[in-house]
């Protein structure tokens, strides 16, 4: 009497870690048997059972959840390819002024030298009046 309720006791624990199993997989099979009166109907697909694999069915807000975190994971790492590719784009602007740089010098002291000569004659040229700064740019 005590082994027959001991066989039944695992029994029906057996059953109902079964069924909580089958609560979470997708297959519709196993879960109509499950929900039958008779707990002898549980293993009658166990063939089934045993070769298909068991896959989670999570309700929308977990999937939601994962999907926003890789969407930010994928935002993050756009975001930094971004910023490498301003970064080498300022460093080449830089590198170019500084290329131009001694042009720049070496002409200012050439016309700088052309007008201390000609500033005793009387020449009217637009082009050598000297105006005040109104506007500086600044990169």
């Known amino acids: 009497s005590i082994?027959?309720?001991k066989k039944t006791m695992k029994f029906t624990y057996l059953a109902t870690l079964l069924a909580a199993a089958n609560a979470f997989t997708s297959s519709p099979?196993?879960?109509s048997s499950v929900g039958e009166k008779s707990l002898n109907n549980v293993?009658?697909?166990s063939s089934a059972h045993r070769n298909r694999r068991a896959t989670i069915v999570m309700d929308g807000k977990a999937n939601a959840i994962r999907d926003?975190?890789?969407?930010?994971?994928n935002t993050r790492k756009i975001t930094m390819a971004m910023k490498l590719v301003a970064a080498a784009k300022v460093r080449r602007a830089q590198d170019s002024v500084m290329a131009t740089r001694p042009f720049s010098e070496t002409l200012q002291s050439v016309f700088?030298?052309?007008?201390?000569?000609?500033?005793g004659t009387e020449l009217d040229l637009p082009l050598l009046t000297q105006r005040a700064v109104k506007k500086v740019t600044l990169l």
Do not use: M
């Open 68 to 73: 926003r975190i890789t969407s930010v994971k």
């Open 3 to 5: 082994e027959a309720a």
């Open 29 to 31: 099979s196993v879960i």
């Open 112 to 119: 700088g030298g052309l007008i201390n000569r000609i500033d």
């Open 43 to 45: 293993f009658a697909d």
